[in-house]
């Protein structure tokens, strides 16, 4: 048997309606160096009915009680053997050829952390046709993920790891969610060489009424501890490496203000920008530093 390169970890939570779209988009990935570790997190919808229907063809760890998003998923790496955790959320979903893209980035660049590129939809999940399979794919190279001078829609989704480099920052947060995808990012931000596919699309990003980004409520407090985290010297890099770090969460604190006032919280939009005016500065400063001297180039690697 090939070793294992990827352990794609599907985590869930009475996600009846999307599970099996997620799972199925895992095990018809034609990639032999892979083991699909799928954990419920306690769910009381049937879930685990559908999934013990896999048998064998999934690794699937069953939680007796609702533990969170972050366990779950550390739960899956504490099992996982493989060099590279993938993770994706039980109502997301892969495209066919999200392996080979990784494994090819993985073979050229040799990365600590690969950033992909996700597809919104809604309904139904979208039908990937075989003449879709991409011939090449388009990168940006960084020394580390602190360098990131480009937009990333951060999701749990689209992150691969390097497992060495997760068990190094200790795993997902557990006092930390939402926000949980920003800050281990964070965490990981000096490991080392960092992989942003542009192209094409790894995942599939489900927009639905349940999703947590549209509770906006839900974000404030996560985003104001990551302020507090970095303040107390909770991410890597020092001093040295604090301003590119205050430009990232800037970016994030800029954004949850904005999402704030539009949503009529402005007490709440008011007091996050207050708590994180300097990092927002920090953002744009940077992004004005790479309006005038240019981004990261991109670079195409054949498949």
């Known amino acids: 048997?090939?070793?294992?390169?990827?352990?794609?970890?599907?985590?869930?939570y009475n996600q009846r309606t999307f599970i099996k779209d997620a799972v199925?988009?895992?095990?018809?990935i034609e990639y032999a160096e892979k083991e699909i570790i799928v954990v419920d997190d306690g769910s009381v919808d049937g879930s685990q009915e559908i999934l013990r229907q896999y048998g064998n063809t999934i690794r699937l760890v069953c939680l007796e009680n609702n533990q969170g998003a972050c366990a779950a998923r550390n739960q899956g790496a504490a099992v996982a053997t493989g060099e590279l955790l993938v993770f994706l959320d039980g109502d997301d979903a892969f495209l066919p050829w999200a392996l080979d893209v990784?494994?090819?980035i993985v073979m050229e660049k040799k990365p600590k952390l690969i950033l992909g590129a996700m597809k919104w939809f809604e309904g139904m999940l979208p039908v990937a046709l075989s003449e879709?399979?991409?011939?090449e794919i388009q990168i940006v190279e960084y020394r580390d993920?602190?360098?990131?001078?480009?937009?990333?829609g951060t999701s749990a989704s689209a992150l691969v790891i390097d497992r060495q480099s997760f068990e190094d920052t200790d795993g997902w947060p557990m006092d930390l969610f939402p926000c949980e995808d920003q800050d281990i990012a964070l965490k990981l931000g000096t490991s080392g060489r960092t992989v942003q596919i542009l192209?094409?699309?790894?995942?599939?990003?489900?927009?639905?009424?349940?999703?947590t980004v549209g509770h906006v409520p839900h974000?404030?407090?996560?985003?104001?501890?990551?302020?507090?985290?970095e303040r107390t010297g909770k991410y890597p890099g020092g001093e040295g490496r604090s301003r590119e770090r205050h430009a990232l969460i800037g970016g994030v604190v800029f954004f949850w203000v904005k999402r704030a006032a539009k949503s009529g919280l402005y007490l709440d939009a008011i007091k996050l920008f207050i708590d994180g005016w300097g990092m927002i500065l920090a953002a744009v400063t940077r992004r004005l530093g790479v309006i005038l001297s240019g981004r990261q180039p991109y670079e195409t690697i054949k498949m």
């Open 24 to 28: 199925d988009s895992a095990l018809q």
């Open 199 to 211: 192209a094409p699309p790894t995942t599939f990003h489900r927009s639905h009424a349940a999703q």
């Open 102 to 104: 990784y494994g090819r």
């Open 145 to 152: 993920y602190l360098r990131r001078d480009r937009s990333f």
């Open 132 to 135: 879709d399979f991409p011939d």
């Open 1 to 12: 048997m090939p070793a294992i390169r990827f352990s794609i970890i599907v985590t869930c």
């Open 219 to 229: 974000f404030i407090f996560p985003v104001h501890k990551i302020i507090c985290n």
